[in-house]
């Protein structure tokens, strides 16, 4: 079945560093692609997305192409913030199957210090 | 605004009681899903509605039960055939655009 790996957090970063988050996914067909950000205690708010190959998704700074070849959505920012410090979700849709919902990486855990 | 309301935020229970979330949208989505998040495991399917008076079991349907009898309202209940129900869940649903999801702000679920 459908799947999303991400990589392991957390990611301890100082203010104003270069964020990657890498996610790999396999999938049949040709999935969407998606980045949700979760702060403490709230729930899932969407990042941005990508739909096809080659698309590039960004919101808020935040960046991250749709890489058919490379089966890839990884994560990207050129100055995090103390306040982007939250749980990064990647995930797809399942387009194959009747139910159309999410399957989720595990989620990256993201520590922005001043 | 439009959006997802769950309640209670907190929960509590005692072994072997049945507890009941509620999910509220008036976004006008057909489709409604809930998930449960654990520690380091991301989210999981529990069960899922397309539309109103019909609903699916997802990957982890054992110990939960859903109704779907309004087009707003999507409740889960919790029951004490769950085996390790302590976890945040959360409700979700989708509208006809790209298959994004709109999530609540989840509900804990503590097992004393």
């Known amino acids: 079945g459908d799947s999303v790996t991400q990589m392991e957090g957390p990611v301890t970063l100082s203010e104003e560093a270069f964020l990657t988050i890498n996610c790999t996914y396999t999938a049949t067909g040709y999935p969407s692609l998606f980045w949700y950000v979760q702060y403490p205690g709230e729930g899932l708010q969407l990042l941005l997305k990508a739909t096809k190959a080659d698309d590039k998704g960004s919101n808020k700074g935040f960046e991250a192409t749709y890489r058919k070849e490379t089966t890839s959505f990884h994560l990207e920012k050129g100055s995090v913030q103390v306040s982007d410090s939250a749980v990064y979700f990647c995930?797809?849709?399942?387009?194959?199957?009747?139910?159309?919902?999410?399957?989720f990486g595990s989620g990256t855990r993201l520590q922005v210090q001043p | 605004d439009g959006g997802i309301t769950q309640s209670p935020k907190y929960l509590f229970r005692k072994e072997g009681q049945n507890v009941t979330l509620s999910c509220e949208q008036n976004?006008?989505?057909?489709?409604m899903y809930w998930y449960r998040q654990d520690p380091g495991q991301g989210l999981r399917l529990i069960y899922y509605s397309q539309i109103v008076n019909d609903f699916q079991k997802g990957d982890i349907a054992e110990g939960y039960s859903v109704s779907r009898e309004k087009k707003e309202s999507f409740p889960l209940t919790v029951t004490s055939a769950q085996k390790n129900p302590t976890a945040f869940y959360l409700c979700a649903s989708r509208g006809t655009g790209l298959g994004e999801l709109f999530f609540g702000e989840g509900s804990r679920l503590t097992v004393l």
């Open positions: 995930a797809l849709s399942e387009r194959d199957t009747g139910r159309r919902a999410l399957t």
């Open positions: 976004l006008n989505h057909d489709a």
